[in-house]
């Protein structure tokens, strides 16, 4: 737990920082250290996080990156699918992943160039599959994948549909509180 806490403590002084316009390495702590505290229970968890801390360390020049952070963190969603996956979810789970993706792949797709087209329908496609391995986890990992969501949401709502206020903060309060609840199921 100690290792998980520290995830904690960095992840809020990096909002912090992000609020007050002040970015870089630290990002890619929690996910890091996260990684670390899961590694007893599932070396598969662990590498997923290790791929969400190295999407953090892309995205740090996301003009340059994105695409690959982008591939860091769908491997990073894809590797929680058979660590959280516990049998067939629930139908209103299913119907509810099955109108995000959809949702959000009708909204992007039309308002991104090139490779992205291909890409963010797969992307969400991973994050939905990680949401439904949580149907029979914890509550917290649903939260936290539900939470995961939430963040890429407005991540490509800001840069593809339209900017939103604060969207750096809501992103990286969000994702990281999905990163220490994912985190957090795996070692209750």
Known sequence: MLL?????????AYVVGVARGKKGWPKVL????????VLPHSAV????????????????DKDRFFL?????????????????????????LM????????????????????????AIPVYALAIGAMILSTGHAPRIALT???????????LATNRFVRPLPHAEV????????AVLQLGYALLA
């Open 4 to 12: 998980w806490s520290a995830g904690a403590a960095t992840a809020a």
């Open 30 to 37: 929690p996910a890091l250290l996260v990684a670390a505290a």
């Open 45 to 60: 968890a662990t590498a997923a996080f290790v791929a969400c801390a190295a999407g953090d360390a892309l995205l740090l």
């Open 68 to 92: 690959q952070g982008l591939a860091a963190f769908l491997v990073g969603h894809l590797l929680l699918v058979p660590t959280f996956w516990a049998g067939t979810p629930s139908v209103p």
């Open 95 to 118: 119907v509810a992943v099955a109108a995000l993706v959809g949702g959000m792949s009708v909204l992007l797709v039309p308002r991104v160039p090139g490779a992205l087209r291909v």
């Open 144 to 154: 936290g994948a539900a939470t995961f969501a939430f963040s890429d949401s407005v």
């Open 170 to 177: 809501i992103v990286m309060t969000t994702y990281y509180a």
